[in-house]
């Protein structure tokens, strides 16, 4: 009997050694297609793949209903992706989920993002902070270390993920530039410019040289030689932020939305953003028009020069 278990184990081998996807969204296959088991399971439904049919599937829909939509939507899109493999490697004769019209609407929430002012008290808290401390002090390093972060964070507008996997060759001090491995082994590479922040980043690596070859290359270390971890990352970024008194809960995302964000405002294509951030579409990076629009309307209510006429009306 060829089982769901079966199924998953080879779908996900699959996604592993041909696909060669990230380990990360094969975590998620892994935890989605397990729930997906357990659903089956708990139903008391067949776990034969080829009895699993329309209404299996419509109620396992019905169980995820208090999820987020947008976790519900990649709950169904793994298992949509491990149906059309079956389908094609032949395992089973008809894929239920193929010809299902299911539209889940997520809600449009405009990304939260800082304001440039905001940023720039992030910055001068964590030098300021620095500059009080003994050079030759682990607290030096350490602080030396948050600061490569958070300009990492905004000189790329990379993703947490992607700055906690940045590797010491990734990094080229002499042309300025980052090589970025992101969603889908796709790589791209974002030049810095800011001198500033090349200094930085050149001190870091020549402070902590050592360390960083001791890590099995990762450019940015934790206390015992490891690669930072996405979490550590994120608590690094809230614990600045704090020290600059910033009031918003900051996230290493809120970077990389303010880093699309004050780009746009400053007159940049929405497709070289688009190619900075790296989306695979236009739509997802369209988001941030929204927000500039936002912007434009602050502007014009306050700025405008009708208001110096206003009292010339009906």
């Known amino acids: 009997m060829y089982t769901q278990q079966i199924a998953a184990k080879e779908f996900l081998h699959h996604c ?5 996807l990230s380990s990360k969204t094969i975590k998620s296959y892994q935890i989605d297609l397990k729930q997906f088991y357990q659903f089956l399971l708990n139903k008391n439904y067949s776990n034969e793949v080829a009895r699993i049919t329309k209404i299996e599937i419509r109620d396992y829909l019905e169980s995820l209903s208090k999820l987020k939509p947008k976790s519900i939507k990649r709950k169904i899109a793994t298992l949509k992706a ?18 299902m019209k299911i539209r889940i609407k997520e809600p449009k929430t405009l990304p939260r993002f800082l304001s440039i002012e905001e940023i720039i008290r992030i910055f001068k808290s964590a030098y300021k902070e620095i500059a009080l401390l003994n050079k030759d002090s682990y607290s030096y390093q ?3 270390r948050n600061i490569a972060v958070i300009e990492l964070l905004f000189a790329t507008g990379a993703r947490v993920s992607e700055i906690a996997n940045l590797k010491n060759d990734d990094i080229d001090i002499i042309t300025g530039t980052v090589t970025i491995n992101g969603k889908g082994n796709k790589e791209r590479i974002i030049q810095i410019c800011s001198e500033e ?11 902590l040289n050592k360390n960083i ?8 270390i934790n206390r015992i030689n490891k690669g930072l971890s996405d979490q550590s990352i994120r608590n690094i970024v809230k614990i600045i932020s704090k020290r600059a008194n910033i009031q918003k809960h900051v996230t290493p995302h809120i970077f990389r939305h303010t880093f699309a964000t ?10 070289y953003i688009q190619s900075f951030l790296g989306h695979s579409s236009i739509t997802t990076t369209q988001i941030y028009t929204h927000v500039n629009r936002e912007k434009q309307r602050q502007i014009l209510s306050s700025k405008h020069p009708r208001k110096d006429f206003s009292e010339i009306h009906i």
């Open 16 to 20: 592993m050694y041909e696909k060669n």
């Open 82 to 99: 491990m149906m059309n493999y079956l389908e094609y490697e032949d395992k089973i004769d008809f894929n239920p989920i193929r010809k």
């Open 142 to 144: 350490i602080m030396l």
């Open 197 to 207: 922040t090349l200094k930085l980043l050149f001190l870091y690596k020549n402070i």
């Open 213 to 220: 070859i001791q890590s099995c290359n990762f450019f940015l």
């Open 262 to 271: 004050l780009l746009l405002e400053k007159g940049v294509d929405i497709k």
